[in-house]
């Protein structure tokens, strides 16, 4: 009972940590250990991940016969000291809060000198470490040097006998830390990292805007009594994140742009490639996925090594600078994470006010500082006889559904089916004189001007805000696309009408910059109940959106046509289009809008194949499916149509990997490593089993000398005759297994189970194991591939491509289809090359290996070294401290030394 009680109070302490604080567990026996051995000789930011990493190890801990508590606590003290050091605070340093809990179930050894020489400075007249003390179990032995260890030394000694006593006992240390701040008076804020909001319902799954979850962060502050000088509690509310994203106005950054907040401890809130879930789980670490973790700069570094411009942006966030870094090159990665492109970005950041969050924005240096500016329609139609809302009739549109148009600031007694009814509601009442444009938020200035609580301005229950300037570009691209999509389609011209019959073209869209999303079908009804505008909301979000503009630099006439990913399996494959529209003024050009189309896979592999078949266009030459294997690939290398149907999706260097790497070595293609930091990985557990296979009766006579044997040894035990062996090769219990990537052991000791020795000892009694499908965060990595289109603006292609020593692969024919992102690869139907290695190039995701065979946590101490913004309001001594005598003092009871169960140490600094 004393180990589960001691566990469980080292348990509830990680729990009362943040990822502001830091802190490390070691036990101590004849020698001290540290329960994480790559954590040794540190103290570690107590984000989850880590915590759960820290409990997981106490699984493993076993007790031992004696413990010297000298030697414990001359290594904290050290450990203690050395980071004091680091962090420059051997004064009177407010902000170096240290403390070290000791968890035990008696003092074996007079420990005064140690503490006399190490925990008292300044002539004696200062304590920098508080020591809180944990007596646990109802025989607890040297109950008053437990007591004398913990009053002497600002802290709060507490007996813990009960498992039910563990909360409220470990609560009191909160309240000996606040002291310093109740006698000062102050009432600082606190604002949390970020974690997941379990209340939060779902939204309309139907919808693309439906959400798996919502973040949030808490504003928090003591609530003290003055005259009592006792803290009360505290008072705090919640603030979703998304509600901070608005304040970013994402719209203005546009396409292929992003933002991200990152706190003081340089961890993001927000950040397009933050996965706080995975398929329904959630991840250990998504609320300390630090911004050098998903900002993939394009720098060549390996692994988790940081290069000096990622360390300056990110040092300049967290101190909450305000700044730009100019021209940083970045590995963009798209649709999840299967497309590449090499991009140069201007950073923006600048700190959040009174918050401990910064804000940032990575703008395209090409096209991102520029934007369009439109005539304001809303003004001009006011009072005109076509009304604004006729801009947005029918039903085959959507706005961007993450973007604030314009909302009621109470949303109760405001439900809208969806965002577009929302809009038209606002449109309709723009058309009122009273109506004014308002934002969320007011801005600093007046901010400050009605600062005094006389001037507080209260929201009626018809209080809204609108983004005038987002509705105005609304506004403009509904009346400009309304005509083009007003009426049904129709050709202008017999060989455009017989081009569309040609390819099956079923679709055509249109996305602007302002969020709209335009569609219609052309002579046919969308299959299933989801339509175009239903699975594409987005507009500047989508791939196809996005993959145009970046093509766009290449060829400004060019469309971009892409098939999904892996789809042999689907029997009406269709083909996307896209093109983008750049308006160009004085020399400079900006996305506007991106047009496009879709139409039939197979009409399109069947036109190809007779174009490149034919044999009247080439009399004796080789053919497509005639001596021919022919491709067409995109510009990330996944092939588009093949004399295969089951290819459509597949990368190319999966079909053909000999001829891919030629295409890499004559810089055709250039390869791209992206990482993933967030990664969940699956993997087969063991768990006891209770069923076993067949029994003999020499089995059950076995069994039972083996349990009369097992009786015979406690007993021993139970009377203390155990020094002729040791008593935890006796133990039997069965755990969870985790892979070694993922396990965390101690050195040598204490002694801790072996899982795989148990789980033979169940194939030893016949019994059938039985596993489990058990998920741990794990790190990967894939490569990707860019087409270098730069290269075909010259007269080098079309042309035939043959090896050049040491090269080995087959010859073959290349040429860049004009006005696309395609290229076409004509192979000889010959035979492969003999003694040539098979070479294969793929996407897939792999584990990272590091140097050192470097594993799961201590690949991640690196981060652990990285500049942390201390928070303001901490407060670490008062003079008035000494004044205060209640330090867990209790009335003597009856104790009798006994076996030491666990002996753990838990240090703390916050």
Known sequence: MNKHIASLVVNTILDTLSNNDYVNVMNFSEEVNYMVPCF????????????????DSLKTLEPERKSLLDIGLQEAFKLLHKYRKIRKCLGKSKYCNQAIMLVTDGIPNNVSTIINEYNRIANESSIPIRIFTFLVGKEASHLSDSIWIACSNRGFHSHVDALEQVTASVYKYIMVFARPLVLNGSNPLSWTHAYLDDTFEFGNKSSRGFEKYRLLTTVAGPVIDLKAKQLLGVVGTDVPVAEISKLMYLYKTGVNSHSFIVSNNGYVLKHPDLRPMFKDILTNNYNSIDL??????????????????????????????????????IKYHYDDMRRVSREINDYYYAPIKGTPFSIGFAIPDLYGNYSIEVADEIALRKFSSEPISDFFSGTNWKIHPHWAYCKYHYLEGHEFINAEKELIHFI????????????QYEDDNEQEQNSGCDNNKTLGKESYYCDRNLVKHLVFDARVTKPTFEASWRTQTTAANNLRLLYNATLRFVGTMSGLTRWEYIDIQPN???????????????????????????????????????????????????SAIFPEQNGIASPAAVVGFQ?????????????????????????CEAGLSCYIIDHSGYIVVSHKKSDTGVFFGEIDGNIMNATIEEGIFEKVTVRDYQAICYYDAWVSGDSSILTTPFNHLMQGAKWIL????WLTVKLNLNPLWDTNSLIIEAAEQAPAKFKSTATTKPKHKKKKDEEERWHEFNQIPQYKTEHAACEKERDLYVLQQQMFTDHLYPRLITPRPPSCFRPFYLKKIPHSNLLLIAIPMEEKPRNCPIIVHNTRLRDIVYENETDFPCQKLYLNKLY???????FNDHLLEHTIVDCGRSTQIQFSVSLVIVSLLLLIQL
């Not at 309709?428 to 934002?439: T, V």
């Not at 139409?599 to 053919?623: E, N, P, R, V, W």
């Open 40 to 55: 040794e000789n540190q103290i570690i930011q107590a984000t989850e991940e880590n915590i759960v990493i820290l409990k």
């Open 710 to 713: 097992g009786q015979i040894i």
């Open 528 to 578: 299933g109940t989801k339509s175009f505008g239903d699975l594409h909301p987005r507009a500047i979000d989508e791939t196809w959106y996005k993959s145009a503009v970046i093509q766009h630099r290449y060829n400004d006439r060019s469309f971009v046509y892409t098939v999904p990913f892996d789809s042999q399996e689907e029997d009406d494959i269709l083909v996307t289009a896209s």
């Open 868 to 874: 942390r913004q201390p928070l303001q309001g901490c």
């Open 292 to 329: 050098t973790e998903v900002e993939q700069l394009d720098d060549d570094t390996d692994p988790r090594q940081i290069g000096d411009i990622l360390l300056r942006l990110r040092n300049a966030t967290v101190k909450g600078e305000e700044g730009v870094i100019h021209d940083i090159k």
């Open 428 to 439: 309709n009442e723009m058309k009122s004189n009273d109506f004014k444009w308002s934002l």
């Open 599 to 623: 139409f039939s896979h197979s009409h399109l592999q069947k036109q190809f194949f007779s174009i490149t078949t034919a044999s009247h266009l080439c009399k004796g030459c080789l053919s």
